[in-house]
């Protein structure tokens, strides 16, 4: 039983530390935003959901995908918008990003559509890891049950 703590204390130190670091890239800290970034990051993760999800650009493999927007982040300065994608059960994840990398332009123009910024951000997509890290958690947890 001590064992086991011991094993699920190391590995949640380890974990502590790839969380802080994306968090320092990812910028994620609550009070590190304004108002204007959270609102727009919020409206640009739903309208990229839409457009990735009603596919109104023409793609092959991405049709035949399902991929989530989990966090959108748009930097202080409104021009850059980091945007946080996972494919559904985390299958073909690499190709998925290739082709989203792919098609950045088309999917920015029609967000920029559909929303009416001053300025567009840039899109860039980043896988998001979380959902895996947590999927680790849970599992060394149970483990020890």
């Known amino acids: ?44 993760r739903k309208e990229i959901s839409d457009v990735l999800s009603k596919h109104d650009f023409h793609d092959n493999y991405l049709s035949k995908i399902s991929v989530t927007v989990s966090q959108v982040i748009v930097t202080p300065d409104m021009k850059w918008a980091r945007t946080f994608v996972t494919s559904l059960g985390g299958v073909k994840i690499k190709e998925a990003m290739n082709q989203l990398n792919k098609n950045v332009f088309n999917i920015q123009k029609l967000v920029a559509s559909k929303i009416q910024l001053r300025r567009m951000p840039k899109i860039i997509f980043i896988e998001d890891k979380t959902f895996d890290y947590a999927d680790k958690l849970s599992k060394a947890i149970k483990d020890l049950n």
């Open 1 to 44: 039983m001590f064992l086991n703590v011991l094993k699920l204390k190391k590995l949640l130190q380890s974990y502590e530390s790839v969380f802080f670091i994306n968090m320092r890239h990812n910028d994620n800290s609550p009070f590190s935003k304004t108002q204007r970034q959270l609102r727009v990051g919020e409206l640009l």
